[in-house]
């Protein structure tokens, strides 16, 4: 079965960090585009970052540009988002899903991971 597994979200103080993990199974990552979303309470679904395995491009949205890093793991087919100096305001939803365009538009996205939750909070 095609499907994204999503892991690592938690409870953390405002400046720390987390790693969110995307695993793959029945789908080859390497040759599309993981993209990475949050969702927070009464907002809607933003994209944060996206990684284009073809060609290496990368995007990341203003707000976490300098803190957060987006990573592809060819070996284990693994998608990551290394979120550092993290902010109350990064209190989110985090979803990653993988598509064959590099885009920040959800449609383009067919494959969901399931979410998982960040909280930042002292």
């Known amino acids: 079965q095609v499907q994204l597994v999503e892991s690592g979200g938690g409870l953390v103080q405002p400046g720390g960090s987390l790693r969110l993990s995307c695993a793959a199974s029945?789908?080859?990552?390497?040759?599309?585009?993981i993209g990475w979303f949050r969702q927070a309470p009464g907002k809607e679904r933003e994209a944060i970052s996206f990684?284009?395995?073809?060609?290496?491009?990368?995007y990341y949205i203003d707000s976490v540009k300098g803190r957060f890093t987006i990573l592809f793991d060819t070996t284990k087919n693994t998608g990551y988002l290394q979120m550092n100096n993290l902010k109350p305001e990064d209190a989110a939803d985090y979803y990653c899903a993988t598509g064959p365009v590099a885009t920040t538009i959800e449609s383009y996205y067919p494959i969901w991971g399931q979410g998982t939750r960040v909280t930042v909070s002292s």
């Open positions: 029945g789908l080859d990552l390497a040759n599309g585009v």
């Open positions: 990684i284009n395995n073809r060609d290496g491009d990368i």
